[in-house]
């Protein structure tokens, strides 16, 4: 009953701001919210992080830093996104742990003699689904047959693993 009492105070003290956002994305379930710098809302559901008006799924957040009272996340399509973050709450806590979460395994192919490869990742969606991503690091040929090749083997070998 303590939990249901505190989340219902703590739905009651949503600002008005956070609660539209939340109200425009059915069936997604408010985690934290903080503001950034002008004061618009950040705002951490199950399914992903609002800002500027628009969610980026779990999924599609390869990493965050914070440095600065600035939240930059990279996203697995490469882009950085930098938020100048004014109210942080426990923003950052909270999307550490939903980034972690979703992820089901995540393993380093090293492809040249200096250690340099690719790294396979299988993350959770929201709805339950798989999706797996590979990772170039920089300096890497990912157009390779023989990188491509390896990667394969490893993606098999840990698919077959995990039964997945």
Do not use: C
């Not at 996340?73 to 923003?91: K, W």
């Not at 798989?130 to 390896?150: K, L, T, Y």
């Amino acid at each position: 009953m303590r939990g249901r009492t505190r989340r219902l105070r703590a739905l009651l003290q949503t600002p008005a701001d956070v609660k539209a956002v939340v109200d425009g994305a059915p069936g997604e379930r408010l985690l934290t919210w903080g503001r950034d710098v002008t004061g618009d809302p950040l705002v951490a559901t199950d399914a992903g992080l609002w800002a500027y008006g628009e969610r980026l799924a779990w999924i599609e957040i390869d990493h965050v830093t914070w440095a600065d009272r600035t939240l930059a996340i990279l996203a697995i399509d490469g882009e950085v996104r930098e938020v100048p973050v004014g109210e942080e709450r426990d923003l950052p806590v909270v999307i550490r742990a939903q980034i972690d979460a979703s992820v089901v395994t995540s393993v380093t192919v090293p492809l040249t003699a200096s250690g340099r490869g690719a790294t396979v990742v299988a993350r959770r969606g929201g709805r339950g689904e798989i999706e797996w991503r590979v990772r170039f690091d920089q300096g890497v040929n990912a157009g390779s047959p023989e990188h491509r090749r390896r990667v394969d083997e490893v993606l098999a070998a840990v698919r077959a693993e995990l039964g997945i």
